[in-house]
């Protein structure tokens, strides 16, 4: 039967259980028990006791789920160019603006992924001051320093 290391530390969780099922299988555990401990479907303790008649070990840590490709997709070029022309402050309006030029919608996490997969990051920004507030903050550092200054340099002395 399958590498019994394997079963608990190949990476993918899927080919994990597929190697827990085959050594149930192989213990002489019921199929309606091993469903239940493992939890999948009659079906699916068929498929993957087929997988490995049909080629061993090797067959069942093949994983041939590919996903489905995102609609943005077909939109990447033409959403990259437009955020590095225009970028956004938020994902919110990244979000907004695909929605506008694509007519698709998706979530904050959807549109965070898709801007990584494009190449494009979000940038963490601080506060800007406005120049009324840097005069007043400098007008405060100079008052403070004034004051202080005197004070430190007496205690200095004695």
């Known amino acids: 039967m ?3 290391y394997e ?3 190949h990476p993918h969780p899927l080919v994990q259980k597929k190697m827990e099922v085959l050594y149930l299988k192989s213990q002489g555990i019921k199929h309606k028990e091993i469903c239940s401990l493992c939890q999948i479907s009659k079906t699916m303790l068929t498929i993957y ?3 490995y008649q049909l080629g061993g ?3 069942l840590k093949k994983i041939k789920y590919k996903g489905r490709p995102s609609e943005l997709n077909q939109s990447s070029d033409i ?3 437009y955020f590095e022309k225009s ?3 938020s994902i919110a309006e990244a979000s907004d603006a695909i929605e506008r030029l694509t007519g698709i919608k998706r979530s904050p996490t959807q ?3 898709f801007l990584k997969r494009i190449g494009l990051r979000c940038l963490k920004v ?3 001051y406005t120049l009324n507030t840097m005069l007043t903050l400098l007008i405060l550092r100079q008052q403070y320093l004034t004051v202080l200054t005197p004070l430190i340099l007496t205690n200095k002395k004695s």
Do not use: F, M, T, W
Request: charged share 35%; proline share 4%.
């Open 7 to 9: 079963r608990y530390h």
């Open 57 to 59: 070990v090797e067959e």
């Open 111 to 113: 549109v965070r992924e």
């Open 49 to 51: 006791i087929k997988q």
């Open 87 to 89: 970028p956004v402050s």
């Open 2 to 4: 399958a590498n019994g």
């Open 126 to 128: 601080g506060y800007v």
């Open 79 to 81: 959403l990259k160019e």
